[in-house]
């Protein structure tokens, strides 16, 4: 590259970065937020330097506070009210959040026959992760953040395989078993208890900008259970409470309540060998 190209690419990267409507926080300090904040809320694993040096716990719930206040401000007037005040909303509802984490963690001990205890699930299980840095990215889109919510829930998709959009609705004893591939979509709404396994979609039947503002993902009532790979798509498409769904097996339509889906198999048997 001759100096003259060399100047010539910095320009137009200087140009580009003018065209940008929004500046953003790092995805590694996002993603370090996010690890503090759980092993603050769950101190399970003792690699925490925090609590292995037996910092005060005030001070480290502080620290956390003025991170957060950090990875606001470069959105600066994107926000609806400044950085601090962001950070007094979310730090003021965060207990519920983490009573919904209790009853999640719970939730899947108490399903998982695999499971042998709440501590394995919060330190291990990559469903709660997912689950947990939902609840997370939700609250701040509720109190009106742009773009980090969605930074937070694809740093925990890269570590999990669980993709779950933050504008998601969720009830609370949610469980996600094994989890790989799992995708919940943006307007998505997930009732109470409600258990799936890995590999489930619940998607949209069409994907175009101009459906951006409808609802385009299924809503799924309490006590639904659907099964390895099955996939549920459209807005308008309800699995009625206590639906059992079965492995691969693919709903554009509403169902009742109590139904059994299932995608049958054939099997035929070869003839024996003379």
């Given at each position: 590259m001759t100096q003259q190209q060399q100047q010539d690419f910095f320009d137009r990267i200087a140009d580009q970065n003018q065209q940008y409507r929004y500046r953003l926080p790092s995805r590694h300090e996002a993603g370090r937020f996010l690890?503090?904040?759980?092993?603050?809320?769950?101190?399970?694993?003792?690699d925490c330097r925090e609590f292995e040096n037996?910092?005060?716990?005030?001070?480290?719930?502080?620290?956390?506070?003025?991170?957060?206040?950090?990875?606001l401000r470069p959105l600066g007037q994107k926000l609806e009210?400044?950085?601090?005040?962001?950070?007094?909303?979310?730090?003021?509802?965060?207990?519920e959040v983490f009573e919904l984490l209790l009853l999640d963690a719970n939730e899947i001990t108490e399903n998982d026959p695999a499971s042998v205890g709440t501590e394995e699930v919060i330190a291990v299980y990559p469903g709660f992760m997912a689950i947990a840095t939902y609840r997370i990215a939700h609250l701040l889109e509720e109190c009106d953040v742009p773009l980090l919510p969605r930074m937070l829930t694809e740093y925990a998709h890269s570590l999990t395989g669980i993709d779950i959009h933050p504008k998601a609705i969720i009830g609370h004893s949610f469980f996600i078993d094994h989890g790989t591939g799992v995708v919940i979509g943006e307007t998505t709404e997930i009732g109470n208890h409600v258990m799936i396994y890995q590999g489930v979609t619940l998607g949209a039947t069409h994907v175009a900008k101009s459906l951006a503002s409808q609802k385009?993902?299924?809503?799924?009532?309490?006590?639904?259970?659907?099964?390895?790979?099955?996939?549920?798509?459209?807005?308008?498409t309800v699995i009625g409470h206590g639906t059992v769904v079965g492995g691969n097996a693919w709903i554009t339509q509403s169902v009742p309540a109590y139904s059994q889906v299932y995608n049958?198999?054939?099997?035929?048997?070869k003839p024996q060998p003379a």
């Open positions: 690890h503090r904040l759980l092993d603050f809320m769950f101190p399970i694993t003792q037996e910092r005060d716990t005030a001070d480290i719930f502080g620290e956390i506070r003025q991170q957060l206040d950090c990875l009210t400044t950085p601090a005040e962001v950070t007094e909303k979310f730090f003021e509802r965060l207990p385009r993902h299924p809503t799924i009532e309490d006590r639904v259970v659907i099964y390895a790979n099955a996939t549920i798509l459209g807005g308008r049958q198999s054939e099997v035929e048997i």
